[in-house]
């Protein structure tokens, strides 16, 4: 279900130009770094990217607390987009395969973020929301996407299926394509 997050507005920036808003504070979460940036009401960066190497063990509240210090450093928002490496459900992480399962199971990063940033969050799957600004939005599209892991993300008519968190199935000699295409095993190979 494709969700209407444009809202209208004019602001004016801090160094004195018109810009269109409302403004996003646009995050990925990734394996092995924090991506963040502030995005105006056309999708275009107001300010360029900040990464951070994302904490190597990384339970909900460290990774809270790294987006909200990231999240100071950037200009002003209106609201959170945030796009997470795992199986992402009703605010809710069911799977985090890069950071253990076990503490994320359940966890609603939506509320926790919206108590730290005191602004409105939308959470999806990274593949998915990468998805959303590559496909032509007709008929049946599949994203693949390659990083620290493998994401995929499964469009129809422009609206994203059910995710299958695809990285995880099995693929060759015991492999799942995380195992088998991922960063971490491309390192080995190397």
Known sequence: MKKNLS????????????AQ????????VGGTGLKASVLDGRGKMIVGRLWVDT???????VLVKALAGMAKRLPAF???????????????????????????RG????????????????LLNDADMQGL???KGQGLELVVTLGTGVGTGLFR????????ELAHHPVHKGKDYNGYLGKKSSEKSR
């Open 21 to 28: 808003g409302p403004y996003t504070l646009a995050i990925d």
């Open 107 to 122: 966890f609603n990063l939506v509320e926790a973020l919206n108590a730290k940033l005191g602004k409105p969050v939308r």
């Open 78 to 104: 209106d609201r959170v987009s945030v796009g997470f490496p795992g199986y992402v459900r009703d605010d809710k992480v069911i799977t985090a395969p890069e950071f253990g399962d076990g503490k994320w």
């Open 133 to 135: 600004a590559a496909i």
């Open 7 to 18: 809202l209208s507005n004019t602001a004016t920036t801090k160094h004195g130009g018109s």
């Open 157 to 164: 008519n422009g609206e994203p299926m059910p995710h299958l």
């Open 55 to 61: 904490p190597s063990r990384c339970p909900p509240s």
